[in-house]
């Protein structure tokens, strides 16, 4: 679906009665960093976006939407990132590099996994479809946005996925709500107008508990194996790289080879014995001699995977390189499923009030400082600490308009120097002294 056109967004100002209209990405800048916000949408100071990371989010969004929308095949979607990576080589634009060449290696290795390996959804999605939320705080507050990819499950529900690219930390626990308060509005906004599914198709309204929000983790696969105990156990892991995730688990497996030939080994003997027996009757003999036979022909099976150590190392370490399990045997190959890496949100009418007033009382401080009359003085926050350079030096896209930074440069820059200074020993050498 194409973006609303100006007109459009204007018609839906008039008939909501506001003059403005809301996005996330105007209240997440602002809880980013009430400075930014000021740059952006006071003094609307216009920078050419994208960074890496942001790059290659609209790329992957791109490809695997167009999937959806029956642009091209499954295949092809490889052959199209191979081409972007090709038209990306090309760029020579300092502000779409990554922090470093192996991160930039990890992460279209996660993506091109992604691209030869999901599993296509099996219900019709329609991606981008416009959405409407209101709230009432100090004013009428309208968010509009689009959402990636919405389908219908089994059981009637309406499912809001998003598609992500970066690092799985932070959506998990408690952080897990407030990395999803974009999709919280959306569902929000669905459950206040309700939603037409199929073109020229009824309204239908969705209570919440019939709005599921999901999450693509598109680096990540879930790992499910078969504990020693039995148990399923899931775990996390980075696309490119889940078979080295995984190598202590497949090590103890192939380990354990030896001690199950000996235990096998062990009952042998201890139904031999009891074959032996002298009270044993004729028919208990027949059915003791199955059960070994059993037992051997599984200890036979066994021994073709008895490796030993150096074995077991190479076979690791060529499972590692080519990332699959190809090169196991059928028992260790049983063990493991790889699935793509959804996260569910579960909403409630709680958590969903709880995030409304959060949502309203952030919008309500945005307005009376945008009411202030002096609005550097409004949107003035701290110095850059530890926990925020990592946003400033590599997400932010203001931060060559930005006063703050230009501070925290300058500070670390005189630290830089101080360090490199020489000592007063140094010194009397470098004067030959
Ligand atoms: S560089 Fe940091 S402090 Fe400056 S606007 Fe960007 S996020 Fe805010």
């Not at 389908?151 to 996925?161: R, W």
């Not at 945008?370 to 701290?382: I, M, P, S």
Request: negative net charge; aromatic residues 10%; proline residues 2%.
């Amino acid at each position: 679906m194409t973006r609303l056109k100006h007109e459009q967004l204007n018609a839906i100002k008039k008939k909501m009665g506001v003059e403005k209209l809301w996005s996330f990405s105007k209240v997440s800048t602002f809880d980013q960093c009430s400075w930014l916000y000021k740059l952006k949408y006071i003094d609307k100071i216009r920078v050419k976006g994208d960074n890496c990371y942001t790059y290659w989010g609209t790329i992957a969004h791109d490809l695997i939407q167009g999937y959806y929308q029956g642009k091209y095949k499954y295949d092809q979607m490889s052959d199209n990132l191979e081409s972007k990576i090709l038209e990306y080589q090309l760029i020579e634009d300092d502000s779409l590099k990554f922090p470093s060449e192996s991160e930039w290696e990890n992460y279209i290795a996660n993506l091109r996994h992604y691209f030869s390996n999901v599993k296509p959804l099996p219900y019709a999605v329609s991606n981008e479809k416009p959405v409407l939320a209101v709230f009432q705080g100090k004013e009428k507050y309208v968010f509009q946005g689009y959402i990636d990819s919405e389908f219908i499950i089994e059981d009637g529900s309406l499912v809001i996925l998003d598609y992500k690219t970066s690092s799985i930390s932070g959506f998990s626990g408690a952080k897990l709500f407030e990395k999803s308060l974009q999709l919280i509005i959306y569902a929000m906004g669905i459950n206040q107008h309700g939603r037409i599914i199929e073109k020229g198709g009824e309204l239908q309204k969705f209570p919440l508990e019939k709005i599921k929000i999901r999450y693509d983790m598109m680096k990540y696969v879930n790992v499910s194996f078969i504990q020693k105990n039995g148990k399923e156990k899931v775990t996390k892991a980075e696309r490119r790289y889940w078979v080295g995730k995984m190598a202590n688990q497949i090590r103890k497996d192939l380990e354990g080879v030896g001690k199950e030939i000996e235990a096998i080994e062990k009952k042998v003997k201890s139904l031999e014995k009891k074959y032996n027996a002298k009270t044993r009757t004729e028919d208990e003999k027949i059915e003791i001699q199955a059960e070994i036979d059993k037992l051997q022909s599984e200890k036979e099976d066994l021994k073709r995977h008895d490796f030993d150590i150096l074995e077991i190392n190479e076979k690791i370490e060529e499972a590692i390189r080519s990332n699959d399990l190809s090169n196991m045997p059928d028992f260790v190959k049983d063990k493991y499923t790889v699935s793509d890496c959804y996260i569910d949100v579960d909403l409630t009418t709680e958590v969903v009030k709880e995030f409304e007033a959060k949502l309203i009382s952030t919008l309500d401080k945005i307005i009376e400082k945008e009411n202030e009359v002096d609005h550097d003085e409004a949107f003035e926050r701290g110095r850059i600490d530890q926990g925020d350079s990592f946003y400033c030096n590599n997400l932010c896209d203001m931060k060559d308009h930005c006063k703050i930074y230009k501070e925290y440069k300058e500070h670390n820059a005189m630290f830089i120097e101080k360090d490199n200074a020489p000592n007063d020993d140094e010194l009397l050498k470098m004067l030959g002294l």
